[in-house]
């Protein structure tokens, strides 16, 4: 497997204001992470793929420069959520990307998640 | 038609019968299919993955992959309140190393 950390594990922040949540991979090099948001009792979203040294690829219909990442180095990934609003109060989980070598297939691992509140 | 669909329950079996939870595919070039559990309030956990047709037994856990009909199932045996979770059903699809999930079944085991 993997093992994934974030920070902070929840986050109240008002609105207007900016959050960075941190994803970092503790037992192997992640050259891609993901960013997914969960409202309640929906599923998953994918929000971006985040490419260490490179710019982020972002889902359809995700604000870039609302929601802007940054994988400076093979562990860390942050996600910076700009000028929150209410709206944006949700559940935010990342995830690495891990190659098996039998087969060549990837495999996710998931963060536990950050649980942001806007007021 | 959605790219990975599940039925979104709840299912509600008893304590120590077989839960079977299904998942189509859209699809058809897709080559690698993923279980994960989500607790109430918790992040996905990978639980299974299969590459290939047949069956993959892992514990009370076995993943049943049928690429012809484009669906891949779920069997949970001896079914214990602790597995009352939403299972979420991911493929690759496209290659590469994103996934689409499904909206995920909600499983009740029952006392």
């Known amino acids: 497997g993997a093992v994934v950390s974030q920070h902070p594990s929840w986050v109240i922040c008002k609105s207007g204001t900016s959050v960075k949540i941190e994803c970092r991979s503790l037992d192997f090099q992640a050259t891609t992470m993901f960013w997914y948001r969960q409202f309640p009792k929906q599923s998953l979203m994918l929000m971006a793929t985040?490419?260490?040294?490179?710019?982020?690829?972002?889902e359809q219909g995700v604000e870039k420069d609302k929601f802007l990442i940054n994988h400076a180095s093979l562990t860390l990934s942050t996600l910076t959520v700009t000028s929150a609003h209410p709206e944006d109060s949700s559940f935010y989980i990342c995830s690495v990307s891990r190659r098996k070598l039998a087969g060549g297939y990837y495999e996710q691992y998931f963060g536990p998640g950050t649980r942001l509140t806007v007021t | 038609q959605k790219e990975v669909e599940q039925n979104s329950g709840p299912l509600s079996v008893p304590e120590g019968a077989i839960a079977s939870l299904n998942c189509t595919y859209s699809?058809?070039?897709?080559?690698?299919f993923f279980w994960y559990r989500q607790y109430s309030g918790k992040s996905p956990e990978l639980i299974m993955f299969i590459y290939s047709n047949g069956d993959k037994e892992d514990g009370r856990f076995t993943a049943q992959l049928n690429k012809a009909s484009q669906y891949v199932s779920l069997l949970i045996r001896d079914s214990q309140p602790s597995d009352s979770a939403t299972y979420l059903c991911?493929?690759?699809?496209?290659?590469?190393?994103?996934?689409?999930f499904g909206t995920g079944t909600q499983l009740k085991v029952e006392l």
């Open positions: 699809d058809r070039g897709s080559q690698s």
């Open positions: 991911a493929v690759n699809i496209g290659g590469g190393n994103k996934l689409t």
């Open positions: 985040s490419n260490e040294g490179s710019k982020a690829t972002y």
